[in-house]
């Protein structure tokens, strides 16, 4: 199984902080990657798709980056509703795996 | 949009089954995932199937327990999991499965606690 690792597993930001996030995989999964968003007491919601594609109506501010092994997710200009926890998952090979999520604090 | 059924409250031993109803898309178009999370935990797949066919892929860990059905006439997805533990207490997840293994819609979850 792809084991993905997230890092750091928590931050703190400010609003209008540029905020970046890794995502590990424990091989080479080339660019099938996608972010989500979850916050508490909701579902998760598609932020990027295919490492680096935008998902339809969500704001330009998100973006995604990286190949083969090494991922990141960065929030250009951090907003009050972007406060939450971030997973990453691999979609190179069954089971589908998730990291363990980045927690977005306020500062 | 899915919308999935309520919660249940389970003892340990037994099944319980979970029903995810699709609108404004063309059902047999996609595929449907499950994926659960344990109380203050992360993210788990469970697996999915495809909605067209029916063919199903689950991980190792569930396979045996854990069977995904499609009723493509109501447009609605159902998982069902037996012989419950208490470590499957969980908030359950569909989505809507894409190419290359996206999840792009989801469902607002179903709370299963199994306790005694």
């Known amino acids: 199984d792809i084991q993905m690792t997230q890092s750091p597993s928590s931050l703190s930001a400010s609003v209008g902080d540029r905020v970046t996030m890794t995502c590990r995989a424990s091989q080479s999964i080339s660019s099938y990657v996608n972010w989500y968003q979850q916050k508490p007491g909701k579902a998760p919601k598609l932020l990027i798709y295919a490492a680096s594609s935008l998902q339809s109506g969500v704001p330009s501010r998100f973006g995604g980056s990286g190949s083969g092994t090494d991922f990141t997710l960065t929030i250009s200009s951090l907003q009050s509703e972007d406060f939450a926890t971030y997973y990453c998952?691999?979609?190179?090979?069954?089971?589908?795996?998730f990291g363990g999520g980045t927690k977005v604090e306020i500062k | 949009q899915l919308v999935q059924s309520g919660a249940e409250v389970k003892k340990p031993g037994a099944s319980v089954k979970v029903s995810c109803e699709a609108a404004g898309y063309t059902f047999t178009n996609y595929g449907i995932t499950w994926v659960r999370q344990a109380p203050g935990q992360g993210l788990e797949w469970m697996g999915w199937i495809s909605a067209n066919s029916g063919n199903t892929n689950y991980p190792r860990e569930l396979r045996g327990r854990v069977t995904m059905t499609t009723d493509t006439s109501t447009s609605t997805a159902y998982m069902e999991l037996r012989s419950l533990r208490s470590d499957d207490t969980a908030v359950y997840y569909c989505?809507?499965?894409?190419?290359?293994?996206?999840?792009?819609?989801w469902g607002q979850g179903t709370l299963v606690t199994v306790s005694s």
């Open positions: 998952q691999q979609s190179y090979s069954t089971p589908l795996t």
């Open positions: 989505a809507r499965y894409e190419i290359r293994g996206v999840m792009s819609y």
